[in-house]
């Protein structure tokens, strides 16, 4: 290991410990931050007081670490210079809608060695925090995932080496059935129909994603007739989490080829996802042609 490479894991130890630290706060801060701020993110969604509260603080506690170049968070419109070396990029609080009705939440992140936005090759780590009944951490890094307990933001080890399950189980489809295109909806037919698969979508895609990766399955956000660039960020999600299920043993796609083959133009920029296990993704992406 070269000093450069060596010097790059320290600060993606020291970015992972960081967050795992401010996750206690940006937990503790949720029940009096459920209630919309005038405006919306870049993307256009509205914010509540929980995503600005999480953003603002993760800055806060990330901007002092040695070796972070770069900050970038999708409810910021621009990436944020801290220094030089590493470039973070976060939904702070991925599944903010489910506050109302008490639901899982989680912060996401990526690591990058290389200025934003760039492409999913450049990739050093990535995982997130989820917000259950218990506290867990998913990373992904140098082709391993690994599970932990966090308790007070400090890692628990709890699963090493996680893989998807052979024998997948559950599938999670987001967004509206009408504005589906015909190829991906008669792939969800398909999917309702065979046996031993049961439908599990809770609103949030970290909380839908850790279900595949636990039970095995398939995960899409699809291109829709009135989005069909899809939903979800290419940079802030689609990255990490196709490159959270590669190194899990399975399969990313954005219908056509790995999620981590593109490289967005903006920070921003949107992208369909398809996760899961190699046999979905792949009939998946035969029937999308």
Known sequence: MTDESSR??????????????????????????RVYEEGTNPSGERQLEADTYADELLLKRLRPLDGVGEYASEERADVIDIGEGVSVALDPLDGSTNLKPNNVMGTLYSVYDEPLPTGGENLLAAGYILYGPVTTLVAARDGVVSEYILESGIKRP??????????????????????WFDEFEAFASETERTEGMKLRYGGSMIGDVNQILHYG?????????????????????????????????????????????????????????????????????????
């Open 8 to 33: 790059e894991d320290d600060v993606v130890d020291a970015v992972v410990e960081t967050l795992c630290a401010a996750a206690p706060s940006i937990r503790a801060g949720l029940p009096g931050r």
């Open 158 to 179: 709890l699963r090493e080496e996680l893989t998807l399950p052979d024998d997948p189980a559950i599938f999670s489809f987001g967004g509206r059935v009408n504005h």
């Open 217 to 289: 399955g398939v995960f899409a956000y699809p291109a829709q007739t009135d989005a069909p660039s899809g939903k979800l960020r290419q940079q802030f999600e689609g990255f990490p989490i196709g490159y959270i299920i590669e190194c899990a043993g399975g399969r990313s796609s954005d219908g056509e080829q790995s999620l981590l083959s593109g490289t967005p133009d903006g920070i921003h920029d949107r992208v369909p996802v398809y996760i899961g296990n190699d046999s979905l993704v792949e009939s998946l992406e035969a029937r999308l042609g």
